[in-house]
């Protein structure tokens, strides 16, 4: 319904140093007079080594979002236009249904004039979506990718 007052959205960035960052998020609903939407975001990088944990969650009405509790986490080496191997895996805990609901690994080889990456991700979304998903891609310097992995979807 109509509101006199938007919800108030906080982000709060701290890095203490080149390699490290911590991010905190919240949503308070004026209306309501709680937090609806959360975050802490955590990210570390030692040289070509990355990882990331993070915690989300949203307290909403059912109409607009359904309601989450989930655990994030990303772990790789390298990037994606590093010479050699690189490798990254990612994935989501739901902590309310008590299961893993997505995961996906990439890894990828370049040299000087060409790549290829090979990408495995699981949905686990119970009677929504169950399935797994295997993709490869092969790109040569200053002509193109080939296969279908897409590189809005690649998590390098």
Known sequence: ????????????????SPGYDIEFRQDYDTHQRRLTHGGLVGNARWGQ?????????????PVLSPNFNQIGFTAGYGSQARVGFNV?????YDISAGFLQFSAFQVSYNNDCCGISF???RFALGPVRNEN????????????????????????
């Not at 080594?49 to 009405?61: E, G, T």
């Open 1 to 16: 319904g109509p509101r006199r007052f938007s919800p108030i959205v906080s982000i709060v960035r701290f890095h203490p």
């Open 49 to 61: 080594a990355f990882a990331s944990v993070s915690h989300f969650f949203v307290r909403s009405s």
């Open 88 to 92: 990254v895996g990612t994935g989501a």
């Open 119 to 121: 990408e495995y991700r």
């Open 133 to 156: 998903q295997f993709r490869l891609a092969f790109s040569l310097a200053n002509i193109g990718t080939f296969g279908n992995l897409k590189k809005q979807e690649r998590l390098f």
